[in-house]
């Protein structure tokens, strides 16, 4: 029985090695699988536990930020937003059972502190507990509200930026909707009517209409073969790649100058314009606008969308012979463009002609009080020179002045540079309303 | 330092080192203080072992020395882990402890010669079969997870599968050794319904366990215990070959039949598919989750993640079925190995009693009571690392479980009587047939 009693106890070896080995298997072999597995909350869950950064407006007012409940070693966090739908875009959310989505998805390396495992785990053997850090933004909650209450309950999106440094003082989608109910309403707000999880700013895009003018107009003026004051044909209708192409009303101007084609939004002048201009001359153009590529944004890429032309969801080159030059001068063809990219156009017109990145952040700041980081406003390109957009912001201003954008006219002596914008949409039945400007003129603030 | 029971309270030292500091460990992540308890508990551990160890001293002067201490490390480490999920709980552990101890100590008083168990051995296995099928029976049974395992007699609820397996052990011992001549030269066709009766009872026992009360990893380790010793006391190997074929021809046969079997089989293969990871797979799904956390080194005692926001368990029954996920969660793949190692220890000290007892008897039995521990702590930790389906079985010494201590206590008990009388008669410890 002896040799047996041996053999049996090589056995129970063996069977111990394959618990130790199947141990390893999941300890070590198989583990990062099993963390990534979607049924696996841990990570989530570890989350918690770490109280994430507030994130301020720019007058310090606190937009978000983290309650805790429970004690020691159950204390779990969860966002709170103060100001509601005030700011539901473009602060978006972030909750560990729904997921994160605009800036407090963005901006989580800084709200959840030092990635770095190193300090980490010196922070937590000298006893500080690990806190995230501070988000001061750039956004302006008067200005957003004062925007908000303009929108008036429809939908729509402003987007306010200073043209010199690319701030993003104010980002409105509307349908918008109140961060803290996301955790009950997720599903309903996901399939609600208005699409109010929708960040129109960054994500909605439309046909410009005749803001995109704006841009023809500053291919035309930079590239140095138009002037202001140069006569083109404003005749009414004219044939357009092939197909006769009308003005507003059906307004034959005859011979204008070009700065009263933008005044009165011709299409025809436009159009011509852009077709002598030809498609290499504005495609460049388009592209330093930043046109065809995601907006250099601190927000989440996949809430990003780029503006250009688009043929079956795919981005078409402007130079392509399949484009109607034309029709894409005056806005229309198959451009779908966001309001932050439309309101670029603007800010670059007023920066003298610099185009400068979309900026949210202002600077990050530990829970000590110490300025982590602070992003510098940054030249995305330099669109036209100086004298183009001082020239097309005199264009600018008589569109306010005289033209169809009076009504964007403000009083105390500010004056306003502008275009407006109707888009047919493809339904036909509503069209789409827009307006691109900044102020004061002299000196421009806001874009 | 050559005595034996010199050794032993050697040996206990570094136990009682090992409960101090891991109820500090875990009070200090708690509270943030040292307080009182750890001392109490440490201390009055600490008494129960040197108790323990007087009773021996007097009684099993030649025991193995090191059963008792490694046994001792084992519920040191339990009570602590068990302390980290819960005090009250730990408290009832520690209660039932005592009382385990106390039982150690009966047992050891009131059988002093190892042999009395043959002569009582078919009182025995009735006795087994009865507590086997007591929580069948209703008004006293109470299914956990589909399983007919516990018992509740007024306020007292115990595991009679715990004691069965004792009982049912000790009647194989002592009946294989009596029919070994029979069985080990007996040619196949020529073995009588009267020698192959019993074994036959034993698979239809399996089967039954499997069925009836739906336990597949008692039936599991029931089955292993007997083909341990059947191997043992014949040498060959045919047995045990045709044994794993009939239990594994029956559970498969079985388990298209037993729609319970059948979900344990389906949880084990996929835990995580759809529909099934939140519901029946939910706690096997957990326990990995939790070992991948632990990595190579644990969290840290008492740091594992252990509750959801709202109060509830992300690692259910983790004082029992899934404690195993929790050592790995807190002490890692090295902790986990060492927890075996300690196991793998104590069968090599039951075995090597096994090898030196003169007798057959309490040869068979010290092997057939460390095989079922062996296969225990296999059933259990297979089944948490997903090598076989989970089962309710409960980890020796570790686990929250009255019962499961009491039992083990007994069989503790009975394998350091072997191990005295061999110490004290060797048998020629060599290569016997």
Redesign the interface.
């Known amino acids: 029985?002896?040799?047996?009693?041996?053999r049996?106890?090589a056995l129970?070896?063996l069977?111990?090695a394959?618990?130790?080995a199947?141990?390893?298997?999941?300890?070590?072999f198989?583990?990062?699988e099993?963390?990534a597995?979607a049924?696996?909350?841990?990570g989530l869950?570890?989350q918690?536990r770490v109280p994430r950064g507030r994130i301020l407006a720019r007058d310090g007012s606190v937009l978000a930020s983290s309650v805790g409940?429970?004690r020691?070693?159950?204390r779990?966090y969860s966002r709170t937003y103060p100001l509601g739908d005030l700011f539901g875009h473009p602060l978006g959310y972030s909750f560990v059972d729904r997921g994160q989505a605009g800036l407090d998805q963005s901006l989580d390396p800084e709200l959840t502190g030092d990635d770095d495992e190193l300090s980490t785990i010196v922070k937590e053997l000298s006893g500080d507990s690990v806190r995230g850090n501070d988000v001061r933004t750039t956004l302006d909650p008067g200005a957003q509200r004062v925007a908000m209450r303009a929108l008036g309950g429809r939908a729509g999106s402003i987007v306010a930026m200073e043209p010199r440094t690319g701030r993003i003082r104010v980002m409105v989608s509307t349908p918008g909707y109140d961060p803290n109910t996301v955790p009950e309403r997720y599903r309903e707000l996901n399939t609600a009517a208005g699409s109010p999880l929708l960040n129109r700013a960054t994500q909605g895009t439309y046909p410009p209409g005749s803001t995109f003018k704006v841009v023809t107009a500053a291919a035309a003026l930079d590239s140095g073969r138009f002037r202001p004051a140069s006569i083109v044909d404003g005749s009414s209708p004219k044939t357009i790649s092939g197909r006769p192409l009308s003005n507003f009303g059906d307004q034959d101007y005859g011979p204008i100058t070009l700065t009263d084609a933008l005044t009165n939004s011709v299409n025809t002048v436009w159009a011509e314009v852009a077709t002598r201009l030809g498609g290499e001359t504005m495609a460049d153009y388009m592209e330093r606008f930043g046109f065809g590529k995601v907006p250099p944004i601190d927000y989440p890429r996949d809430q990003t969308v780029p503006s250009g032309l688009f043929n079956r969801g795919r981005l078409l080159e402007p130079a392509d012979r399949r484009v109607d030059l034309g029709r894409m001068a005056i806005g229309q063809e198959r451009l779908q463009v966001t309001p932050l990219q439309m309101a670029t156009v603007a800010a670059t017109v007023a920066n003298r002609g610099s185009r400068m990145e979309p900026q949210l952040v202002e600077r990050v700041v530990d829970r000590d009080g110490r300025v982590v980081d602070q992003p510098r406003p940054a030249e995305a390109a330099q669109v036209m020179g100086a004298d183009s957009a001082a020239e097309l912001t005199e264009m600018m201003s008589k569109v306010v002045e005289e033209g169809s954008g009076t009504a964007a006219a403000l009083e105390g002596g500010i004056r306003v540079a502008g275009k407006t914008g109707t888009a047919e949409v493809d339904s036909g039945s509503t069209n789409q309303a827009w307006f691109i400007g900044f102020g004061p003129v002299d000196r421009p603030r806001m874009a | 330092m050559s005595s034996p029971r010199a050794r032993e309270l050697f040996g206990l030292l570094p136990v009682s080192l090992l409960v101090t500091a891991g109820f500090t460990a875990v009070l200090l992540?708690?509270?943030e203080q040292v307080s009182n308890v750890t001392l109490v508990y440490g201390g009055f551990f600490l008494v129960c072992c040197l108790f323990a160890h007087l009773f021996i001293r007097a009684r099993l002067a030649e025991a193995d020395p090191y059963l008792f201490p490694l046994v001792a490390l084992l519920a040191a480490f339990g009570l602590v882990m068990i302390y980290r999920i819960d005090a009250d709980l730990a408290r009832e552990q520690a209660q039932w402890f005592v009382i385990g101890l106390v039982i150690f100590c009966a047992t050891v008083l009131f059988l002093r010669d190892i042999r009395t168990l043959e002569r009582y051995r078919y009182t025995i296995v009735v006795a087994g079969l009865v507590l086997l099928v007591m929580p069948r029976v209703p008004g006293i049974g109470e299914p956990v997870n589909g399983a007919y395992l516990g018992v509740r007699v007024g306020p007292v609820s115990f595991q009679p599968a715990e004691f069965a397996k004792l009982a049912v052990i000790v009647f194989l011992a002592s009946y294989l050794n009596e029919t070994r001549d029979v069985l080990v030269r007996g040619r196949f066709g020529r073995l009588s319904l009267k020698h192959l009766g019993p074994l036959l009872l034993i698979w239809g026992l399996a089967m039954f366990m499997l069925v009836f009360i739906r336990d597949l990893g008692s039936s599991l380790m029931f089955f292993g215990g007997f083909l341990?010793l059947l191997?043992?006391?014949t040498?060959r190997l045919a047995f045990v070959v045709i044994g794993t074929a009939l239990f594994f021809g029956g559970a498969a046969f079985f388990a298209s039949t037993v729609g319970h079997v059948q979900d344990r089989i389906a949880i084990w293969q996929d835990p995580?598919a759809r529909g099934v990871?939140?519901d029946e797979g939910y706690q096997i799904?957990q326990g990995?989750?939790?070992?991948?956390?632990?990595?190579?080194f644990g969290q840290g005692l008492?740091q594992a993640?252990l509750?959801?926001?709202g109060g509830s368990t992300?690692l259910p029954l983790a004082q029992s079925d899934l404690i195993y996920a929790l050592i790995?969660n807190e002490l890692?793949?090295f902790g986990?190995?060492a927890v075996?190692l300690i196991?793998?220890l104590i069968?090599?000290r039951g075995?090597k009693t096994?090898?030196i007892a003169s007798d057959?008897f309490s040869?068979?039995l010290a092997?057939g009571l460390t095989?079922v521990l062996?296969l225990q702590?296999?059933v259990i930790?297979?089944g948490v690392?997903?090598?076989i389906p989970l089962t309710g079985v409960t980890l020796p010494f570790i686990s929250y479980g009255g019962s499961s201590i009491v039992a083990n206590f007994m069989l503790l008990a009975l394998l350091l009587i072997v191990s005295d009388r061999a110490r004290r008669e060797p048998g020629r410890?060599?290569?016997?047939?």
């Open positions: 029985m002896n040799r047996q009693i041996t049996l106890f129970v070896v069977l111990f394959l618990l130790v199947f141990t390893s298997r999941w300890t070590v198989e583990a990062s099993l963390e597995n049924a696996n909350r841990r869950l570890e918690q409940a429970g020691r070693e159950n779990r | 992540t708690r509270t341990a191997y043992v006391a040498g995580f990871v939140d799904a990995l989750f939790a070992q991948a956390d632990g990595g190579l008492g993640l509750e959801l926001p992300i790995v890692g793949l986990a190995t075996l196991y793998l069968v090599a075995l096994a090898l057959g040869k068979l092997t095989a062996a702590v296999f930790v297979g690392t997903k090598l410890g060599g290569l016997v047939a």
